[in-house]
């Protein structure tokens, strides 16, 4: 029997114990509200404590490559090395016989300067000046931009006061190759030109953050970080070929130095889509030093040159005439060498002779100013002026280049009695190289302009593609108008006086080329022998499926066109290689010059 003497005992045991779980059973539960429950808000709250920190997380640039993949723009790491000042101090560490030794501080400071480029006593002043601005301080920057093996010499040094921000920054594996059309990057990660800057959208990344608390000995304390990740930026494919845009960059410097000229380029596009498969400048930019270029070289005259055109105009016309007047070319006119128009206007040809029976295909072999404006009388200039701007003249191109120039053409009310005839064979009018390309990519593709397009696709982090907007192909041409136009252009790389120079054994190849004067801004009047010339033409003629034009500014070996005519042939000669075009099984049909 239990006694109430035994019982009081025990009672206040069991009392005592459920006391002791229950306030046990507190504990957890308020433990499991911190940790747990509401873990993300007070870590939250801690975070807005004193010894709160936070660093960035960079996200990459995305990359630039070409048609087949081939990098041409991409993203290293760099690291911005950072000291705590205020644990700065010896470093243990062993050495070379395993045993432990301290390093005092001034010699570690001197192993760092020896990686990084400074002396001890500027690194160990960086410390000084930080702890005299605030003595508990645990960041300054030792150096910023450091290489990945700079990185890697620094921490072998076994400095903990050491430690390293890592972030992307831009580089170009090719150097100069297509640095005109990528541009480049500013140093504080801005883009200054070029696909950079115009397609930023699709390769700019999102930084991301990391917060987080240390103790007072600069260490993070466990459970206390807080991530944001970065989100990389996306893939840009562009349209052109990396290795038929170096050779053409190499072919370009030499024929324009060979030439004596300013600067030259050298175009390519695939006549069915409209791509770019390469654009070559010279003189151009290396985007990994850019600031070694001069102004005039950091930006693509391709897209920044305007300039008459000369006799390459004289195909548009031609077209024109035969689409809208019903003429062939084998039509006829007569024109000397010198004519004179009803409105007191006066042409000349580049030769001097009688008056001559052309045919329309004559007019194209010879480039007659002469006769071309003779012809010009047969159609409103209203109209000529409506098909220049269905072919594209002075509206720019679909690219939306940074920087790219537009051709100018005046409304026909304001042209006078010399304007009339001289917008036939491309004077009084400018225009640009992809414009141009955009007129003979018309004629090439049987009457139907297809924009020009130099971005492929942007491919997001999320593995989104999105293809780039472009217009609607538009038909300039009947296909019987295009048709008749490449057999003449094809006439003209037949008959021509440079025949013989753009010739391309085993195809057959369309060719026009142009002489354009150069204003004076000063004098408002033509400068004397100096020119800007043009050779355009596609390839096969028989089945056209690339154009390429090459242009210079101010050759002084030759003068005429006639300069472009030997990186004419040797440029289409790569672009039909390079893309492996089967040579012609067929004959030119050969048109008369004269009726």
Not at 153 to 159: K, Q, S, Y
Request: proline share 6%; with cysteine.
């Amino acid at each position: 029997m239990t006694t109430r003497s035994t019982r009081s005992p025990r009672r206040r045991t069991v009392i005592a114990l459920a006391v002791v779980l229950a306030v046990l059973a507190g504990f957890i539960v308020r433990l499991v509200d911190i940790q747990v429950v509401n873990a993300d808000t007070h870590i939250a709250d801690s975070m807005k404590v004193a010894l709160g920190a936070s660093r960035t997380l960079y996200g990459t640039r995305g990359e630039i490559v070409d048609e087949s993949g081939q990098l041409l723009a991409g993203s290293i790491l760099l690291y911005d090395g950072v000291l705590d000042p205020k644990n700065v101090g010896p470093v243990t560490r062993e050495n070379d016989e395993g045993e432990r030794v301290v390093v005092p501080w001034a010699k570690v400071a001197g192993e760092i300067g020896a990686i990084t480029g400074q002396t001890s006593e500027e690194i160990q002043k960086i410390v000084a000046d930080a702890r005299a601005d605030d003595p508990d301080s645990q960041f300054a920057y030792l150096e910023r931009g450091l290489t990945t093996e700079q990185y890697r010499d620094l921490v072998a040094i076994g400095a903990p006061f050491l430690t390293f921000d890592a972030h992307p920054a831009r580089t170009y594996p090719d150097g100069a190759v297509a640095g005109n059309l990528v541009g480049f990057m500013g140093s504080d990660a801005v883009p200054l030109a070029g696909i950079e800057k115009s397609q930023n959208n699709c390769l700019l990344a999102t930084n991301g953050t990391l917060s987080f608390q240390k103790g007072k000995d600069g260490v993070t304390i466990p459970g206390t970080e807080q991530q944001q990740p970065a989100v990389n930026g996306g893939t840009l494919e562009l349209t052109i070929n990396r290795d038929l845009q170096w050779y053409l960059q190499q072919l370009i410097g030499e024929q324009t130095q060979d030439m004596g000229a300013k600067s030259g380029t050298i175009s390519v596009v695939e006549v069915k889509t409209g791509k770019v498969r390469a654009m070559a400048d010279y003189p151009t930019v290396d985007p990994n030093d850019f600031a070694a270029s001069p102004d005039d070289d950091l930006y693509s005259r391709i897209f920044k040159n305007t300039f008459e055109p000369g006799s390459t105009f004289k195909p548009i016309t031609a077209a024109t005439l035969i689409d809208a007047a019903g003429q062939t070319p084998t039509s006829t006119v007569i024109a000397s060498g010198w004519e004179t128009f009803d409105n007191g206007a006066r042409v000349t040809d580049s030769f001097s002779h009688e008056p001559y029976l052309y045919t329309l295909a004559g007019v194209l072999i010879d480039s007659s100013n002469a006769g071309i404006s003779r012809f010009s009388e047969r159609v409103d200039p209203q109209v000529r002026y409506d098909y220049l701007k269905k072919f594209g003249i002075s509206t720019g191109s679909a690219i939306g280049f940074v920087g790219e120039q537009q051709g100018l053409v005046y409304e026909p009310s304001e042209w006078d009695n010399q304007t009339v005839y001289n917008t036939t064979f491309g004077q009084a009018l400018t225009t640009t190289v992809p414009e141009l390309l955009g007129a003979y990519g018309t004629i090439a593709n049987d009457g139907v302009k297809v924009p020009l397009r130099l971005v492929e696709s942007c491919t997001h982090a999320d593995g989104t593609v999105v293809q780039p907007d472009v217009p609607d192909s538009t038909r300039v041409l009947s296909e019987s108008t295009a048709v008749q136009v490449q057999g003449m252009l094809e006439n003209v790389a037949l008959q021509a006086g440079y025949a013989d120079d753009v010739a391309v054994p085993g195809y057959r190849v369309a060719v026009k080329s142009g002489t354009g004067e150069q204003v004076d801004p000063e004098t408002g009047r033509y400068r004397q022998g100096v020119y800007f010339t043009t050779m355009i033409g596609f390839a096969p003629a028989d089945d056209p499926q690339y154009v390429v034009a090459v242009t210079f500014d101010s050759p002084t070996k030759v003068t005429s066109s006639a300069a472009n005519a030997p990186a004419f042939q040797k440029a289409m000669t790569q672009v039909l290689k390079t893309y492996r075009v089967m040579p012609a099984t067929t004959e030119p049909t050969l048109l008369p010059k004269f009726g």
